[in-house]
C-alpha cells in the first residue's frame, strides 16, 4: 500500500464492551486470563479518524472511552508532541461522542485539568448530550478545557477535503434523553459506518439502507448467545446470529465491535469464531487500520 492509498484510514483502538476486558469483578476463565497476563487485555470499543495529508496528522476520537489514556499512547506517531511540552503527546483534533453510555463518554475526564489538561478541544455530540455535561456539576472542571460542539443527527460536517462525517439517530436506550447516534464517514475512497451500540435491528428502518451504502460497517456484536447473560433478563443489544442473517450480502465488508467480555467470538479457536469465519464477516481487531 503507497503513501498516498493509506493517507486516510480509521484505526480501531478497541473492541470491547464498555468495561473491557478483564471485567471489573468477574473472576471468569477469560477475565481471569487477562488479569493475569497484561497480553489478554482489551479496550473498549474506539475507533480514531487519522488524516496524513496534513502536517502533523489530524487525529479525531469517536468516543471517549475509559481506557482513552492507552488509546491515545498507540496515536503517538501520529499525534506528535505537544507543540508546547514535548514530554507530552499533543492533543486529538476532536471528539465525536455516540452516546452518554459509561464506555463512550468515561474517559472524558482525563482531558480535564487533572490529567491532560487539553485546550480548546473540539467535543462534538447531540445537543442534549452537549446540555447534559454543561449541565451536571460533576463536569464542570473539564468544560474549562473543551469546545462543546453541538452535531445534531442528520448533520453532516466536512472535516477536511474528501472526508465527511454524518451522524445518523440510531435505537438505543437512552435514560437522560441525550440520543445515540452512529457515524458515517465518507473518505477519499471509502466510506465506514460506525455503529458501537443498537437495540434491535428492527427498530431501526433505515439500516439496510446505511449498511449496503457502507464500504465498511462496525457495527454492534457484543453478545453472540443469550446463554451468556447467566439467565438475567435479555440486554438491548442484537445477538451475532440476527446480525449475519440480515446482512449476510451486504456489498462491503462486515466488521463486529462492542463485544462483551462474555462473548466467545473473542476466542479464536471458539467454534462461534469458525462459524464466523466461514461467512463474510470478522470480528474488528486492535490496531486494525483501515483505508478510507
Excluded: K
Amino acid at each position: 500500500m503507497t503513501s498516498s492509498e493509506s493517507s486516510v484510514t480509521a484505526v480501531v483502538l478497541g473492541i470491547l464492551q464498555d468495561g473491557g476486558l478483564p471485567h471489573i469483578g468477574c473472576i471468569c476463565a477469560r477475565c481471569a486470563a487477562a488479569l493475569n497476563d497484561p497480553r489478554r487485555r482489551l479496550y473498549a470499543a474506539c475507533l480514531a479518524l487519522v488524516d496524513r495529508r496534513t502536517t502533523p496528522s489530524a487525529v479525531w476520537l469517536l468516543d471517549a472511552t475509559p481506557d482513552v489514556t492507552w488509546q491515545l499512547a498507540q496515536l503517538a506517531a501520529e499525534l506528535g508532541p505537544h507543540p508546547l511540552r514535548p514530554e507530552r503527546l499533543r492533543q486529538p483534533d476532536g471528539i465525536f461522542l455516540t452516546h452518554a453510555h459509561m464506555g463512550h463518554i468515561g474517559g472524558l475526564p482525563q482531558f480535564g485539568p487533572e490529567a491532560m489538561a487539553a485546550v480548546d478541544l473540539p467535543v462534538y455530540a447531540t445537543p442534549p448530550l452537549l446540555a447534559l455535561l454543561q449541565n451536571t456539576t460533576l463536569w464542570r472542571p473539564l468544560l474549562a478545557c473543551i469546545q462543546p460542539r453541538p452535531f445534531p443527527p442528520g448533520e453532516t460536517l466536512t472535516l477536511a477535503p474528501n472526508l465527511q462525517i454524518t451522524a445518523v439517530p440510531v435505537p438505543h436506550r437512552d435514560e437522560w434523553g441525550a440520543g445515540t447516534v452512529a457515524f458515517f464517514v465518507r473518505g477519499p475512497r471509502r466510506s465506514l459506518l460506525y455503529l458501537p451500540d443498537i437495540d434491535a435491528w428492527e427498530l431501526w428502518p433505515e439500516s439496510r439502507t446505511w449498511m449496503d451504502t457502507a464500504d465498511l460497517a462496525l457495527v454492534d456484536g457484543s453478545f453472540y448467545s443469550i446463554a451468556e447473560l447467566g439467565g438475567r433478563p435479555p440486554v438491548a443489544h442484537p445477538l451475532v446470529p440476527d446480525t449475519l442473517r440480515r446482512f449476510a450480502e451486504i456489498p462491503g465488508q462486515l466488521l463486529l465491535t462492542h463485544l462483551n467480555h462474555t462473548n466467545p467470538l473473542l476466542d479464536e479457536d471458539s467454534l462461534e469464531r469458525s462459524q464466523l469465519a466461514a461467512g463474510r464477516a470478522r470480528v474488528a481487531s486492535p490496531g486494525m487500520r483501515l483505508e478510507l
